[in-house]
């Protein structure tokens, strides 16, 4: 937050917490708390894994939470921080999109 960079809400269960997709609201709770509400956006480390064998798709489906393994589930994660949270259009907007637009247009200014 000091420096004015970009924080990713990881989408990794160990990461997260094994338990429960709610941790996703647990983690950008905590990074609002900080104040980083400039900084933080989608970060999901999601893997293309078409052309991999099964048995390595089969572990990597163990990553993510059920329901929450690509990068079309990001609806359900803004429901998530709208209803838990209570996200404003605007602090949704921002993580979206905005926080990272906003940083990489000031890289590209200079």
């Known amino acids: 937050v ?3 960079g970009l ?10 917490g094994n338990d429960s997709p709610d941790y996703f609201s647990r983690h950008l709770e905590h990074l609002l708390a900080l104040g980083a509400g400039k900084n933080v956006c989608f970060g999901a480390d999601f893997f293309c894994v ?3 064998p099964l048995e390595i798709r089969k572990s990597l489906d163990a990553t993510f939470f059920p329901g929450y393994n690509h990068a079309g589930t990001y609806g359900s994660v803004l429901e998530l ?4 949270l209570g ?3 605007e602090s949704m ?3 979206c999109n905005g926080n990272f637009l906003r940083f990489f ?3 590209f200014q200079n």
């Open 2 to 4: 000091n420096r004015d």
């Open 7 to 16: 924080i990713g809400i990881n989408f990794v269960r160990s990461f997260v």
């Open 50 to 52: 078409d052309d991999l």
């Open 81 to 84: 921080w709208k209803k838990g």
């Open 87 to 89: 996200l404003s259009e």
């Open 93 to 95: 907007e921002a993580i």
């Open 105 to 107: 247009g000031k890289i």
